[in-house]
């Protein structure tokens, strides 16, 4: 009976002495991505609420994806901008507006200006550049956010690759990889806008960040809000589905 007890506190001590599978930075940065965009594919709902000193702005849209190649995301709300889209197809962006019944090439140049008058810009909405390829990642020492233990990872840009951001820094809390903060800084070094994340919630049984806030840190008392009304993982939905002409159509 001795012999058997020293056996098994000796198997237990041998498993815990074995170390834990230690993570690179760029797996961790693809597993929070996953969290909002899916391994395969997803739909989404999504409120974005722009807000200003002296005025406030709700929109609402649709998104559709299909890795990181594939995007198409439509605005619902309201009128005066209903039906607008953008489509992502490998590194190809149009913007659909009726209000001129124009389809619009974003030439690289344009990644980096404002969506739809917010604190996004057209790269952040649709990720053109990819924080996976288009970055080299290294970790920092680990952090604090909102009481959980997180990683920090900075992103600098490989010299080849169309970015926006001269260098990001983002915060992956160790438990559920889900990114809860993020800093972007321009090629000078300056920091420019701060991404927060917060109301932790179960969606299509995983658990994830639902509201998103945007700041802009030289601009006082403006913030754009992105926050998740619905999403599904793993949809039926092919590469057909984005096209340019779909766009014209989508509802």
């Known amino acids: 009976m001795k012999t058997m007890i020293l056996s098994l506190v000796l198997v237990i001590t041998m498993v815990a002495a074995v170390p834990q599978q ?3 930075p760029k797996e961790i940065i693809k597993k929070a991505e996953a969290k ?17 000193k002296k005025w406030s702005r709700e929109m609402s849209m649709k998104s559709w994806s299909m890795g990181d190649d594939f995007s198409l995301m439509v605005i619902t709300k309201p009128t005066k ?23 619009i090439k974003l030439p690289p140049s344009m990644m980096g200006q404002s969506w739809m ?8 909405l649709v990720k053109e550049s990819s924080t996976i390829t288009d970055y080299t990642h290294k970790l ?32 992956i809390d160790k438990t559920d990889f889900i990114q809860l903060r993020s800093e972007m800084y ?12 917060s ?3 179960i969606m299509d049984g995983v658990k994830m960040a639902t509201k998103m806030e945007f700041v802009p840190v030289e601009k006082e ?27 014209k159509r989508i509802r």
């Open 36 to 52: 909002t965009r899916g391994i395969n594919s997803s739909y989404s709902e999504m409120t974005i609420t722009t807000v200003r």
């Open 81 to 103: 901008e209903k039906g607008a889209a953008t489509l992502k197809r490998h590194k190809e962006v149009w913007s659909w507006m009726p209000s001129i019944e124009r389809i």
């Open 199 to 201: 109301d932790i919630k």
């Open 22 to 24: 230690t993570l690179t």
């Open 221 to 247: 008392g403006q913030k754009t809000v992105m926050q998740f009304d619905s999403l599904k993982f793993d949809i039926d939905v092919k590469e057909s589905f984005f096209t340019t002409q779909n766009m």
């Open 117 to 124: 008058g917010t604190d996004l810009t057209n790269d952040d």
């Open 140 to 171: 920092l020492k680990d952090t604090t956010i909102q009481g959980k233990l997180c990683y920090h990872i900075e992103l600098i840009p490989k010299e080849d690759a169309a970015v926006v951001w001269g260098r990001i820094t983002s915060c």
């Open 186 to 197: 321009d090629e000078d070094g300056y920091l420019i806008n701060v991404m927060s994340s």
